[in-house]
């Protein structure tokens, strides 16, 4: 493969890779670079692959038995993962075998039985782990379960999770359920519901709050100062971030209806003045 690459000048970037084989008994994970799989099981994370990165003990030792070193965290300075496919570039100590070079294309696979009381799988690459640790983000799936059945919703949930918390790295996500995973309830749509309705009534309140003041109400304003009050009954490892689109819808059909009032209003202040 590496001898193809230079003969025909593919592209020299690379790509780590994350994913899972099930059987009816076993779980198994297999990991390459610095994207992550987990299992939530009985509500708690009991198992997640290790990133692979240049200052673990191990990658570094591998490293520098190359000739490189590991500077600001990084390959050399400048690659921050320590396995992946492809990166020819860190792949060129011709008289060492693949798996001991710079970058290093070889999985690592774990075996785990499988239980009753798995609930869910989660597979997703560094952008997503940046912004949302692991137990925050176990929670935050189990509880949008008990809300919505569709996965690629959930998904999207939890990219813009990661998007609002200032994620900036490539973000994908998979999430597998298993059996034993939380199911829709109506107490808990009913709660979420209530949680909206709560929030679009604090948005109201603050924007007639800044017009009392002869603010002009700023969506930022709004979201900020909402950061700061007690909501409860917000989305575990979510907080007030996971309700942002909430926010906005609610920002948006409040301010709406304070335009469509402004023109009556005016004309009104004609009228009494003739």
């Known amino acids: 493969?590496?001898?193809?690459?230079?003969?025909?000048?593919?592209?020299?970037s690379g790509s780590t890779a994350a994913a899972v084989m099930i059987s009816p008994r076993y779980i198994y994970f297999i990991n390459c670079?610095?994207?992550r799989?987990?299992?939530?099981?009985?509500?708690?994370?009991?198992?997640?692959?290790?990133?692979?990165?240049?200052?673990?003990?191990r990658e570094k030792e591998r490293i520098q038995n190359a000739g490189?070193?590991?500077?600001?965290?990084?390959?050399?300075?400048?690659?921050?993962v320590s396995r992946a496919l492809g990166d020819f570039d860190f792949k060129e100590v011709d008289w060492r075998p693949q798996t001991e070079q710079l970058v290093s294309p070889e999985p690592e696979v774990y075996e785990l039985a499988r239980t009753q009381e798995d609930e869910f799988l989660i597979l997703a690459?560094?952008?997503?782990w940046?912004?949302?640790?692991?137990?925050?983000?176990?929670?935050?799936?189990?509880?949008?379960?008990?809300?919505?059945?569709?996965?690629?919703?959930?998904?999207?949930?939890?990219?813009?999770?990661c998007l609002y918390k200032g994620s900036l790295d490539n973000i994908s996500v998979i999430?597998?359920?298993?059996?034993?995973?939380?199911?829709?309830?109506?107490?808990?749509?009913?709660?979420?519901?209530?949680?909206?309705?709560?929030?679009?009534?604090?948005?109201?309140?603050i924007i007639q709050m800044m017009r009392s003041k002869d603010e002009d109400p700023d969506l930022l304003y709004v979201i900020k100062f909402l950061a700061e009050e007690e909501?409860?009954?917000l989305p575990p490892g979510g907080g007030i971030t996971s309700k942002r689109d909430c926010i906005i819808a609610a920002y948006q059909k409040h301010i709406s209806a304070l335009r469509t009032q402004e023109p009556m209003d005016i004309e009104g202040s004609e009228e009494d003045s003739r």
């Open 37 to 57: 799989t987990l299992l939530c099981h009985d509500s708690q994370v009991v198992f997640y692959t290790e990133d692979h990165k240049p200052f673990n003990p």
């Open 175 to 205: 999430i597998v359920c298993f059996p034993g995973a939380p199911q829709v309830s109506q107490e808990a749509l009913q709660q979420e519901a209530e949680l909206e309705q709560h929030i679009d009534m604090k948005v109201e309140e």
């Open 68 to 80: 490189g070193s590991v500077t600001l965290q990084r390959i050399n300075g400048s690659l921050a």
């Open 231 to 233: 909501i409860p009954g």
């Open 1 to 12: 493969m590496h001898k193809l690459a230079r003969q025909d000048n593919w592209d020299r």
């Open 33 to 35: 670079g610095d994207s």
């Open 125 to 128: 690459c560094d952008g997503v």
């Open 130 to 161: 940046d912004a949302i640790g692991n137990e925050e983000l176990c929670a935050f799936v189990r509880n949008r379960l008990q809300v919505c059945d569709d996965l690629r919703d959930i998904c999207a949930q939890v990219i813009d999770l």
